[in-house]
């Protein structure tokens, strides 16, 4: 099945003229971002990914949870979650970043169901399109992504030319939509994998994944964090930037007399993440901190989910202010695999 742009806009227009709030790349101060459109023709086609994922859509960077008020020994309280959903199609999604959602689902469903995630994620239908292109950050392939994968989308569309997009459909969500619309598609095909080809070429594979985690297991304690990773500056932008990266706080903001609970992004890259009321700190050091970053996404969340938490979307290589790059650290850490080098505790720096 294909669509032709002016189809697809169309059918853009339909959905918020129905009601539904539509998300897509444009340009806000010149930055490239994910925001709710007014028109299609703020939609910007021609890039490689967003400065920030589509997780805020979903996990807010702050929002309230509840409402209360204290009257003496009495405290009354209301959710405010209802408000907060919204209809919501999200268009020009990468693959990396579709890939991400199902990733976040297990974090948020696993023991306590996550109503704030779960109702956003049910409401929210996924128009990813399949990159041909890509930077030197990107990584995808090397996590056994890849640029044209179906992973968390509604509908997948690759471009193949002559503003004619080819159609996959990878959920019910997304049959839905396209048996609804079904005027806009038409019957069509293409060779997606010789389309695919160039960028998957230029996207090669970097590291050797399947030997990150045995390392990760054997050398919490090795120098190579001291030597590598010390110098963050524990600002915590690779987290902020990040769509796997999923930790928050919860603080009350008000008065004696009532306030409102709020959910916050947090991130392990600060040091008051782990801070103890008696002033301990479980991890004091920057390079601690660091590690727990490289160990959680290749190490813990895959021993216990069976998956990495990146997507390799390459954000935190990007935009990291002292050029800390994950992407070099694993690459690193693929290497130091390869010659065995280990050191215990004893050794340890
Ligand atoms: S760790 Fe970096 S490359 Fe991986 S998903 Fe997060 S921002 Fe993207
Ligand atoms: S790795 Fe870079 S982006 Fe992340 S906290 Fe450290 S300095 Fe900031």
Redesign the pocket.
């Known amino acids: 099945m294909i669509i032709q742009k002016d189809k697809l806009f169309a059918l853009l227009e339909k959905l918020k003229s129905g009601g539904k709030r539509i998300i897509a790349p444009t340009k806000r101060e010149n930055i490239l971002l994910f925001s709710e459109i007014g028109s299609t023709d703020e939609i910007i086609q021609d890039y490689i990914n967003t400065r920030l994922s589509l997780k805020g859509f979903f996990l807010p960077r702050s929002e309230p949870i509840l409402e209360f008020r204290i009257h003496q020994k009495n405290v009354e309280y209301t959710t405010v979650l209802e408000e907060n959903i919204k209809p919501t199609v999200v268009f020009g999604v990468r693959p990396c970043d579709a890939g991400s959602l199902p990733i976040m689902d297990k974090v948020y469903t696993w023991d306590y169901i996550d109503e704030y995630w779960v109702k956003r994620r049910e409401s929210t239908i996924i128009i990813a399109v399949s990159c041909l292109d890509c930077d030197e950050a990107c990584f995808c392939t090397s996590l056994g992504l890849d640029p044209g994968s179906t992973k968390g989308s509604d509908i997948l569309l690759t471009p193949v030319g002559n503003d004619t997009f080819l159609v996959e459909i990878a959920s019910d969500k997304g049959k839905k939509l396209v048996e609804d619309n079904a005027e806009l598609f038409a019957e069509g095909d293409a060779d997606k994998d010789s389309i695919l080809a160039p960028v998957r070429q230029k996207l090669g594979k970097k590291f050797d994944l399947s030997s990150i985690q045995p390392w990760l297991q054997e050398n919490f304690f090795h120098k190579f964090w001291e030597q590598n990773?010390l110098?963050?500056?524990?600002?915590?932008?690779?987290?902020f930037?990040c769509p796997t990266c999923h930790c928050f706080d919860i603080v009350d903001e008000g008065t004696v007399s009532g306030g409102k609970r709020m959910k916050l992004w947090d991130?392990c890259?600060?040091r008051t993440f782990t801070i103890h009321a008696s002033g301990h700190n479980p991890r004091a050091r920057?390079d601690e901190?660091?590690r727990q970053?490289i160990e959680h996404k290749f190490n813990y969340y895959p021993k216990k989910f069976g998956d990495t938490l990146c997507v390799g979307c390459g954000r935190?290589v990007r935009?990291?202010?002292?050029?800390?790059s994950?992407l070099r650290i694993l690459t690193m850490i693929s290497q130091l695999s390869q010659t065995g080098s280990q050191t215990s505790r004893a050794e340890e720096k």
Not at 231 to 239: E, K, L
Not at 319 to 324: G, I, K, M, N, R
């Open positions: 990773t110098y963050c500056i524990g600002c915590g932008v690779c987290t930037v991130a890259q600060f920057q901190r660091h970053r935190c935009y990291c202010p002292v050029d800390l994950i």
